[in-house]
């Protein structure tokens, strides 16, 4: 069995859980037009990033980079480490904040936000709980009941587009380099790769083709924010907070018994959300049992109780939106130190390794 | 009298059924004791005689006859005792105070081999496997005959030997699977092995699994298939069915048979079952979550329509979801008790409550029977019984998250029964594989 797989569909679920919320909006208002320019840099930064991740990674066949830090010194894993389970409790926080207010406004709004949240974290936990390789067959389970759905929906979302909308094509405005919005966006590609890091002792995949399976998924990137700007314009567009979702619900399909696709798309979204909240979860959980080795079967619950304590301080949207904005710091700390120092590290090992053969 | 007849007159007399006579072989004076409900006494004795008559003529005497006939040469008492408990005759010589074990005539105590009562088989063959671990065996090696194929047996208990076998293929087999099995039997050999939930504790299995660890099946080729691919089958004397080792969830899904059909046929006929399954576990969950949480996804004409037919229930969707699911149940587990004779009662009372009554007075809406009908036919396209009772037990679990949650629930609840699947393993090999011979072609 072809165990690239389970990494290649995890990958595949992560983004896509990602991409249909927040990065429209995001991609949207950073710019006036030629949006697939800002869309391509962060797909090519994506590209450059996993590259150089499982680059430095194939130094160190059948460890994680738990080990590779650990290995390393004191200092590397405090310094690397660290940040990377900090910025993980941060999305779990994030993630879990945002989705459950996004369900709350869609279709829930009679339920309390505070069982809503409960719900999703008991469901990721329990996915945490079962352990690495367990989260990825989930992930091939989840991904064959309800990638079919995504997929046949985002196709039908191509119902009222205008494709005179694309024009213009080109621009001289590379004004979107100094908007915050911008720098959001990469909330799409920094949460979903560091996972790549945590496969490798129970799965061994090729990096080829995950670097082949993302830059497939390009065009997801770009219909994400190119269908509701076909569909409304960028002028009508630029007002949604999730402009993809209301592009869903203007879609009607004669023969379907459902009025509201959005709520299925939404929601096989959201299960890919809580596979991915269980994957951190799980990641944040292996990092912390190695550096604080007492009470092992409790740190995840202990974990859980801190998120979920700090999700419901969380009184309204405008502060999840800070969250997101403070959390850029550490976003592009992850993106950017993480695969470069792999990628040292693993170099270094490589030099170490002839040395000691010469 | 001799000692050891005496030993064992007191040790075993206080039972009617045991025999012990004196009789003459070629005029040498024998003693044969044994249970003669186990023995056909007569046609023993007489097929005893026969085959000493005829190895006379080479020259020996009725001893190194006898002897040649049992495997072992000489017995202690506790060893001629359990030989008796199990069906064996035990000669005497009484000259020379030797005992030996022979293969008696048995009397016939088991069903002959029938067409399978638990699993029904289309356009396959029809033997199943039955009581006799024996037979069963046999029935394996017929349908898989190839050297490669190990039997290993095993006696397990204290109070009573049961048998156990372990069938396998030597070359395709997972040795390491292989090898824990045979520890975990070994290492238990004082376990009481009476049924599967005494073999899951033997296996070192949480008996606290919803899903069986053992994949059970009544039929030979089913096994036999098993075996093919790399896979371990158990026989426990007394049960009539396989145990493979280990149990996967395309198990749920595929049958060796469907292989007697065109392919895109078995494909299709897989495809049905997965849908079935997916059925079973949605379509309740789905009823609770359209009418009670979230209405509007539906159009507004079958929204309304719904709405209309659940015009008077007095209760919430999950309480008459519920309710009708525990009376379906009950029909269900009451068809199975019941004789053969009486059983159409329950179909047709069943079917007046279910049908018609029930709605007409205006305790449930007529949706919920289509619901109910449907998710019970869905159940039933599962292949074994055993895996069809746990699919009904998830069931309940989306259908309580539905109320709460609508279909947040359901998908969560999807979730939940996804991880739960994922995270099952039997002696390290995934509960998802679908082939675990490949596996280790991988590793």
Redesign the interface.
Known sequence: MNKSLHVLIMYILVHLGFIFFMYPGDIISSSEEGHWIPILIGCIVHLLVIWTYMKGMSYFPDRNIIQIYSEAGRIASVVFLGPVALYSVMVSIITIRAYSEVISIVFLSNTPLWSMMFFMLLISTYVASKGGEAIFRTGILIAVLFLPVVVFIFFSSFQNVDWRYVFPMSTKDFSFFAKRSFYESFFAFAGGFLFLGFVQPLFKYKSKHVLICAVFFIPFFLFSVYVPLLTFGQATASTFHFPYIVTMDSVHLNWLMFDRLTMFFLLSLVTFILLFVGLVLWMTVSISKRFIPIFKSYQLAALVIVIYSVCLIIPEWEIVQNLFWWNSILRFYVLIAVPISILIFGLRSKGKGARERA | MVPFLQEMKSRLGSNDDFFIQRVFLLDKPVVIMGLSTLIDVVNTKSALLEYIEQSFPSGKTVEEVIKAMSTTPHIEINEAISAITKGKLIIYFEVTKQRVIVDPIMKLLNRSIESPTNENVFQGSMSSFTEDIDTNIGIARKEFNSRRLVVKSYYTGSLQKKRLSLLYDEERVDRKLVNQVIDRIENNQDKEINHIQNLTKVMGFNSMELIPKFNTTELPQEAANSIRKGRVVLFIDRIPFALVLPSLLWDMFALENDKNLPKPIMISLRLLRVVGV?ATLIMPGLYVALVS??P?????E?ALSIAQSRDGVPYPALIEIIMMLVVLELVIEASIRLPRSIGPTITMVGGIILGQAVVAAQLVSNLLIIILAATTIANSTVVGVQNSLSIRLFKYLIVV?AS??????I??G???V??Y???LTTFGV?Y??INPA??RR?S
């Open positions: 997916l949480v979230n509007e996804v539906l159009r507004i079958l998250l709460i949650y609508g279909v947040l629930g998908l969560g999807m979730v939940l996804s991880a699947l994922a995270g995934s998802l594989y490949e596996r991988d």
